[in-house]
């Protein structure tokens, strides 16, 4: 069966090719397939291992491809536009490398060439998605693909939370990993509702974003959410103030309001199973284990090794991590300490730059062009980079590919829209100069009547 998905999967690169050629209609389902997939190929089975390590327990369990892989292949392949033209590509290139350094020091090499090779994919993606921003419909049809994934997502919440569920996973498997995808639909969604006239869509997104929010109970995603909304809505009156934008903040605040009590609901019957302050100690000695692990270690264990070093080696135990198959299998709960442990200090400047850098140039965008609705959708992207970055010290699911990807996707569409901008701009530039040209060449002869 594995042959057979590889097969499936490989040879979708030509019909997707064919698809994106033939008509626009097609084009646009398949820029949807783009922002949905990463919601369902976990749960649909959309992916297949060339090399499978099932029981390894890091984040990244063998070179595997998916569908979503394939489309952005395909893409890539029918645009015409270099790749590598695209704003923060030498960033992903720059974590690539890291982590490919980290395979000299790792002793497991193959476990973190697996790393390496999904930063690759992802890389892939980030490609496709800025090709597609470039186009008419495609950032709209990617919205609306991650608008109708967290749909999705809230049905099965909502299923599981009246089923008896404390914390609500959705199809992806733990509420934590969920509540992390939701910040990526969730704010560009209150945006786009911010922005224009055609709401539905939009709409169903930030509802279904804060349902999942609430039934998930995770405190810290609870909290960023609330802060992430709030965020975008006072940037966006900021960065251009329109009466439309006062009503959708007031109805949002009203939203918010209704949720809140949902949220603490969901909240209180999780502690009265676990303990707050339990969570607390294990997170620090997690944070401990992972300290240690960089002292000894500046230049990283290797990628993908976390969870067997500070198990094999002692540092768990030395940390005061408790014995028991949850904590010793999970890794630190720091995105950031993860990456420097796993990759050392190289690794974990590249992992800040690509997350920082592209939060800069959204809110840059977002203000130079204020009259543009692209400028709304970047105020939504840096909102969604911030708790990014925000939420990166309380999880470790960052360095997942299901997470990876919808990072891929939002800082694609970011490169989408400055690289359309400086386009528009040169062609601008060369039309006046060939109007400043014809103006003289017309000039001349009427010169030569005059003489």
Same mark, same amino acid.
């Given at each position: 069966?594995? *042959?057979? @998905?590889?097969?499936?999967?490989? =040879? ?23 922002? =949905?997939?990463? *919601?369902?190929? !976990? ?45 923060? $590509?030498?960033? *992903? ?22 790393? @390496?090779?999904?930063? /690759? $994919? ?12 470039? $186009?008419?419909?495609?950032?709209? &049809? ?19 939370? =009246? ?5 609500? !996973? ?11 995808? $939701? ?10 509702? &911010?922005?224009?006239?055609? @709401? ?12 999942? #929010?609430?039934?998930?109970? !995770? ?12 965020? %975008?809505?006072?940037?966006?009156? #900021? ?62 264990? /290797?990628?993908?090794?976390? %969870?067997? #070093? ?40 590249? =992992? ?24 709304? &959708?970047?105020?939504?992207?840096? %909102?969604?980079? %911030?708790?990014?970055? &925000? ?20 800082? /694609? ?39």
């Amino acid at each position: 069966m594995r *042959f057979i @998905a590889l097969a499936v999967i490989i =040879f979708s690169v030509p019909v997707f090719m064919v698809l994106l050629q033939q008509n626009a209609k097609y084009r646009r389902y398949l820029y949807f397939a783009v922002g =949905f997939l990463p *919601f369902v190929i !976990s749960a649909w089975n959309l992916d297949a291992a060339i090399i499978s390590w099932a029981t390894w327990p890091g984040q990244t369990k063998g070179v595997i491809i998916t569908l979503l892989d394939a489309l952005a292949l395909a893409i890539v392949i029918r645009s015409r536009r270099s790749p590598l033209s695209f704003p923060f $590509t030498a960033l *992903f290139i720059a974590y690539i490398g890291a982590a490919a350094l980290s395979i000299i020091f790792s002793t497991t090499p193959q476990a973190s060439f697996f790393y @390496a090779w999904q930063l /690759g $994919t992802v890389l892939l993606v980030f490609w496709a998605v800025a090709n597609v921003a470039m $186009t008419k419909d495609g950032p709209k &049809m990617i919205i609306a693909g991650l608008v109708c994934g967290i749909t999705l997502q809230a049905g099965f919440s909502i299923s599981q939370k =009246f089923s008896g569920v404390v914390q609500a !996973s959705g199809t992806m498997g733990h509420q934590n990993l969920l509540g992390v995808a $939701t910040h990526f639909a969730l704010y560009p969604s209150l945006a786009m509702l &911010m922005a224009t006239k055609k @709401a539905k869509l939009p709409m169903l997104g930030v509802v279904a974003g804060l349902i999942v #929010v609430a039934f998930g109970a !995770s405190r810290a995603t609870i909290g960023l959410a609330g802060i992430g909304v709030m965020l %975008v809505i006072f940037l966006s009156m #900021v960065r251009k103030p329109t009466a439309r934008k006062t009503k959708v903040a007031a109805i949002g605040l009203v939203i918010l309001a209704i949720a809140t009590p949902v949220a603490i609901s969901s909240l209180q019957q999780r502690f009265a199973i676990t303990s707050t302050e339990g969570s607390n100690e294990e997170r620090q000695a997690f944070e401990r284990a992972a300290k240690m692990i960089w002292a000894d270690h500046p230049m990283g264990i /290797g990628a993908n090794r976390y %969870v067997v #070093v500070a198990n094999t080696e002692g540092y768990s135990e030395r940390a005061g991590v408790i014995w028991n198959r949850g904590s010793r299998s999970a890794p630190v709960h720091n995105s950031y300490l993860l990456a420097a442990a796993e990759t050392g200090f190289i690794g974990l400047i590249c =992992f800040v730059l690509l997350i920082f850098v592209p939060i800069v140039a959204a809110f840059r965008f977002a203000w130079a062009n204020r009259k543009d609705p692209k400028g709304d &959708m970047a105020v939504g992207i840096g %909102v969604t980079l %911030v708790i990014f970055a &925000m939420h990166s010290f309380y999880e470790w699911v960052m360095l997942t590919w299901v997470i990876q990807y919808m990072l891929a996707i939002a800082i /694609g569409m970011l490169a989408g829209f400055i690289t359309y901008r400086k386009a528009e701009k040169r062609a601008a530039i060369i039309a006046k100069r060939r109007a400043q040209s014809e103006d003289s060449d017309e000039a001349v002869p009427a010169l030569a009547k005059q003489v």
